[in-house]
């Protein structure tokens, strides 16, 4: 199976911010990669598919990038909404393992 | 608009079985594939199992394989997880999740009910 892996599992910042969000793959995982974002008793969201394919509606502040097996979700002038927490996964091949999430702190 | 609504859910006894469902509508259910995705309190996300859309492909994650079996009735709009042999870490927030048209595989989340919850507790 593949191994996800998430980091920091925890990150403050402040509204205005930029900030970077690591997910590691234990193998390739060529950009199967997608992100969703979790807000506290919500099912998740998600954000981006492909290692950097926008959801329609999803701002613009959200990008995603990476190949291989690195793969980032960087977010650009925080807003309060996006203090909330976010999870990676992949979906090349079954089971479409999550990383363990990053939870990310005003 | 989708709707995914859980149902089934609930404390069980270690070692009993539960069947949780998933009324879909707002979308042609027959033309999508379909996911179980757990959360355990307080803890990150498990993906569990993926049913395509006429039956014919299913995988399921180590921890569930050989006691939870996942289907689907088309004719009903409906999509379900048979748990058997249940176990304590098996409690968890369970979520249907449908999955997402042109990315290239199974297992990416377009849409998520609100999840219902299994207990496994003596």
């Known amino acids: 199976d593949i191994q996800m892996t998430q980091s920091p599992s925890s990150l403050s910042a402040s509204v205005g911010d930029r900030v970077t969000i690591t997910c590691r793959a234990s193998q390739s995982i060529n950009n199967y990669l997608n992100w969703y974002q979790q807000r506290p008793g919500k099912p998740p969201n998600l954000l981006i598919l492909g290692t950097s394919s926008l959801l329609s509606g999803v701002p613009s502040r959200f990008s995603g990038s990476g190949s291989g097996t690195d793969f980032t979700l960087t977010i650009s002038n925080l807003q309060p909404e996006d203090f909330v927490t976010y999870y990676c996964q992949q979906t090349y091949s079954a089971p479409y393992t999550f990383a363990q999430g990053t939870k990310l702190e005003i | 608009e989708v709707q995914l609504l859980e149902s089934g859910g609930g404390l069980v006894q270690p070692g009993g079985s539960l069947r949780l469902s998933c009324a879909a509508s707002?979308?042609?259910?027959?033309?999508?594939?379909m996911n179980w995705v757990r959360q355990a309190p307080g803890k990150g996300l498990e993906w569990v199992s993926v049913?395509?859309?006429?039956?014919?492909?299913?995988y399921y994650a180590d921890s569930v394989k050989g006691r939870f079996t996942i289907s689907r009735d088309n004719s009903k709009n409906t999509l379900y997880l048979q748990m058997s042999s249940l176990r304590a870490e098996d409690t968890a927030r369970y979520y249907c999740?449908?999955?997402?048209?042109?990315?290239?595989?199974?297992?990416?989340?377009?849409?998520w009910g609100q999840g219902t919850l299994v207990t496994v507790s003596s």
């Open positions: 999740v449908r999955d997402y048209h042109g990315s290239g595989t199974y297992g990416v989340g377009d849409y």
């Open positions: 707002g979308f042609s259910f027959s033309t999508y594939a």
């Open positions: 049913i395509s859309r006429i039956s014919h492909v299913m």
